[in-house]
């Protein structure tokens, strides 16, 4: 019973940055494992970052390693997504989810809660 909402997405030009924000509310949070999956027009979500219970476990997908930062605050109830060095490619809408176990998957089908998404667009 988590509910997640995403903030911070936007336009952006190529190289610049974005810190996207997932506000959680519900009991089991804190016991949640939480990725970042994204959506580009036409094709399917993708598993970008997750991040496990502690947030101490962190994995990412290969395309934006290195530019990436995924991290959560127990305290605020709140997942984050620093995404530096944006390109085009990184267009996407960005979906907050939750995985009701303390082990991370890189499957977005294996998470039950979802945001509503965040439009991420990077353009000159």
């Known amino acids: 019973q988590v509910q997640l909402v995403e903030s911070g997405g936007g336009l952006v030009q190529p190289g610049g940055s974005l810190r996207l924000s997932c506000a959680a509310s519900g009991r089991t949070f804190s016991n949640y494992a939480m990725g970042w999956v994204r959506q580009a027009p036409g094709k399917e979500r993708h598993l970008v970052a997750a991040i496990n219970w502690s947030g101490r476990s962190t994995d990412y997908a290969d395309s934006v390693k290195g530019r990436f930062t995924i991290s959560r605050d127990h305290a605020k109830n709140t997942m984050y997504l620093q995404m530096n060095t944006l390109k085009p490619e990184d267009t996407a809408v960005y979906y907050c989810?939750?995985?009701?176990?303390?082990?991370?998957?890189?499957?977005?089908?294996?998470?039950?809660?979802w945001g509503q998404g965040t439009q991420v667009t990077v353009s000159s």
């Open positions: 989810a939750a995985r009701a176990t303390t082990y991370y998957s890189l499957t977005p089908s294996e998470y039950d809660s």
